[in-house]
């Protein structure tokens, strides 16, 4: 069992930056497939991007390529995903989630996934 905590959500100005941060304990990620899911108020939970940490294999949904990306330490203990221009419609809850893998799979469903952090909030305003 490995446990995610999200971190590095807050408040910022359309055409600024966050770079959140999904840290696990119990396991490292190096064998997981490592998705991150986004879910607004009043609307279902969607993939935003997803990454295979060991094998550095990554994927983008429309909504965020271009503007987001991926990233890990060397450790595979965190992942990274560096979301730039953001914009209003980029408010959310950030959740990331670990789908066990030792190969370079991953996963854009949400019932492929076993673990799941608590979400950290990310607000777009001026």
């Known amino acids: 069992q490995v446990q995610l905590v999200e971190s590095g959500g807050g408040l910022v100005q359309p055409g600024g930056s966050l770079r959140l941060s999904c840290a696990a304990s119990?396991?490292?990620?190096?064998?997981?497939?490592i998705g991150w899911f986004r879910q607004a108020p009043g609307k279902e939970r969607e993939e935003v991007a997803s990454i295979s940490s060991r094998f550095g294999k990554t994927h983008y949904a429309r909504s965020g390529k271009g503007r987001f990306t991926n990233s890990r330490d060397n450790a595979g203990n965190t992942v990274y995903l560096q979301l730039n221009n953001l914009k209003h419609k980029d408010t959310a809850v950030y959740y990331c989630a670990a789908a066990w893998s030792n190969t370079g799979w991953m996963t854009q469903s949400i019932g492929d996934y076993d673990y799941w952090g608590q979400g950290t909030q990310v607000t777009v305003s001026s």
């Open positions: 119990g396991s490292t990620l190096n064998d997981h497939a």
